[in-house]
């Protein structure tokens, strides 16, 4: 491995970093040059993505990788949104065909398949983490807004254990498993440190984003808009489910760039 991995727990009362929650980052048409404009200059890169949802291939997420700039990375491993928005996984989703309560049992009981299932998502991810330069810290979630049980958070936990990051623990609701940094989304959740906040799902234009800094300073930030979904009709019009794979996620310079001064104002 190239890159020198600094695995360091998030400090209590300290922000470390605020960030772009690119999610979207997978999708065959995502625009890689356009994204590092948002750290020009050999700046900190901040941000992230989530594996298999919008496409295995990611080759934005090695064009950042393999960027000259220090990096914070925070990675969602697998999906549980699609299991809780209508069941909508996908083939290539590690979720798919479960339920959140089967996918529970079939972890907690180690079920061979689901297991190995899993460490392929792993080594996917560990392979663009090899093509790495310079210094990373890195975050890894093994499930993004997990409802699983807290058993079978633990054995994904330990199995994604693997790829030398910190473990985080990112759930809708509860308390995240001991030992992890804390992830939840929204403007200003219920949150423990060392932990994360991610405004996925409250789209920032729509915010105080100085308040949304101010409340959440001894956390990890991250910043959203609908469009790093891919999701590109206005706020607030009901959406007509598009598989994630198949969106339109080509977005122009001018927003990665408007992204960076908000994340520096944070």
């Not at 600094?6 to 300290?14: E, G, K, P, S, W």
């Not at 496409?55 to 549980?80: F, Q």
């Not at 623990?169 to 804390?182: A, E, F, K, R």
């Not at 979904?229 to 598989?243: A, M, Q």
Request: proline share 5%; aromatic share 8%; charged share 25%.
């Amino acid at each position: 491995m190239r890159a020198l991995l600094v695995v360091l727990l998030l400090a209590a009362n300290q922000a470390i970093a605020q960030g772009a929650s690119y999610l979207g980052l997978c999708n065959p048409s995502w625009p890689c040059k356009a994204t590092l404009a948002t750290w020009p200059n050999g700046e900190l890169i901040v941000t992230g993505w989530l594996e298999e949802t919008f496409g295995r291939n990611c080759r934005c997420s090695t064009a950042i990788l393999e960027a000259p700039n220090p990096k914070i990375i925070r990675v969602h491993l697998t999906n549980n949104t699609c299991i809780r928005n209508g069941r909508r996984c996908h083939e290539g989703e590690f979720m798919f065909g479960y339920t959140a309560r089967r996918m529970s049992k079939r972890l907690e009981a180690r079920n061979k398949r689901v297991i190995a299932r899993f460490k392929r998502t792993v080594s996917r991810f560990s392979k663009r983490m090899e093509k790495a330069v310079n210094v990373v810290r890195c975050y890894v979630s093994p499930c993004l807004e997990c409802t699983l049980s807290s058993g079978a958070r633990g054995v994904l936990r330990d199995l994604a254990s693997s790829t030398g990051c910190v473990a985080v623990d990112n759930i809708i609701s509860g308390h995240c498993l001991p030992g992890t940094v804390c992830e939840k989304h929204g403007f200003s959740p219920p949150v423990r440190t060392p932990c994360i906040v991610d405004l996925d799902g409250v789209d920032g234009r729509t915010i105080d984003v100085a308040k949304f800094g101010a409340i959440n300073r001894e956390c990890l930030l991250y910043y959203w808009e609908r469009w790093m979904n891919c999701l590109n009709e206005p706020v607030g019009k009901s959406d007509t489910f598009i598989d994630p794979r198949q969106r339109d996620c080509r977005h122009p310079v001018s927003k990665f760039k408007r992204v960076r001064e908000i994340c520096q104002s944070l």
